[in-house]
C-alpha cells in the first residue's frame, strides 16, 4: 500500500501516528510513534512552524516528525512507509 504524504502530514498535525518504515541505510524496519502536534513538540517548536513547513515544501519524499519515545526529531521517506495508523491515549 502507498501511503500519501499530504493525509500523512495531516495526520501528524492532528495526532500521535504509528508509522512502520524500512530504514534507507540498511533497510531493516522500524516502528516509530510520532507527531508534528504542536502542544507535543518542544517549546523552541513553535518559533519554527514555518521552518517545518518550509522542510516539507523543499523535501517532498521526506516528512520529519517528533518522536514521542526518544524525544528528538526523526524523518523518514514516504515511499518506505509501510503502515500509518493514530494510537490512542495520547
Not at 513547513?53 to 514521542?68: E, G, L, M, S, T
Request: some cysteine; proline content about 4%; charged content about 30%.
Amino acid at each position: 500500500m502507498m501511503y500519501n504524504r499530504e493525509d500523512l502530514l495531516k495526520d501528524l498535525r492532528n495526532e500521535v501516528v504509528e508509522v512502520t518504515f524500512n530504514k534507507v541505510s540498511d533497510g531493516s524496519e522500524r516502528v516509530m510513534r510520532c507527531t508534528l502536534k504542536p502542544e507535543m513538540l518542544p517549546p523552541s517548536y513553535l518559533n519554527e512552524q514555518q521552518m517545518e513547513k518550509d522542510f516539507h515544501q523543499r523535501n517532498p519524499n521526506v516528512i520529519a516528525a517528533w518522536d514521542v519515545q526518544k524525544g528528538g526529531w526523526r524523518s523518514f521517506r514516504v515511499d518506505t512507509v509501510t503502515y500509518a495508523q493514530a494510537v490512542d491515549g495520547y
